[in-house]
């Protein structure tokens, strides 16, 4: 079982820039190997992929915040982050952490509590 506790939420302007994190606590060695990754979650509306990094460090993006989101991880803290910038209000919600063996099969893994992001315009 691998426990994900996110942080970094917060309300900030359009134009704003956030940095969430994600620790695995106890788990630094089972998510080494873990795709990591970061799904959000508008209200009214279901989970979309935001970004994942592999345990090689390959990322992959969403197509709504290309060029703005990075995502990046220390593995040997078992932490991912997430640094948003250009914020828009549309990437208002609740954001979740997420590990899985692989990143094609993320959503089948294990899921965070989720942190809030409101951007006010």
């Known amino acids: 079982q691998v426990h994900l506790v996110e942080s970094g939420g917060g309300s900030v302007q359009a134009g704003g820039s956030l940095t969430l994190s994600c620790v695995a606590p106890?788990?630094?060695?089972?998510?080494?190997?873990?795709?990591m990754g970061w799904y959000s979650q508008a209200p009214g509306k279901g989970r979309e992929k935001v970004a994942t990094i592999n345990s090689h460090g390959s990322t992959s993006y969403g197509d709504s915040v290309k060029g703005r989101f990075t995502i990046s991880r220390d593995k040997a803290n078992g932490t991912v982050y997430l640094q948003m910038n250009s914020l828009k209000p549309e990437d208002s919600g609740m954001y979740y952490c997420?590990?899985?063996?692989?990143?094609?099969?993320?959503?089948?893994?294990?899921w965070g509590q989720g942190t809030q992001v409101a951007v006010t315009s």
């Open positions: 106890g788990s630094a060695h089972a998510t080494s190997t873990y795709c």
């Open positions: 997420v590990a899985g063996p692989y990143c094609d099969d993320i959503r089948r893994g294990y």
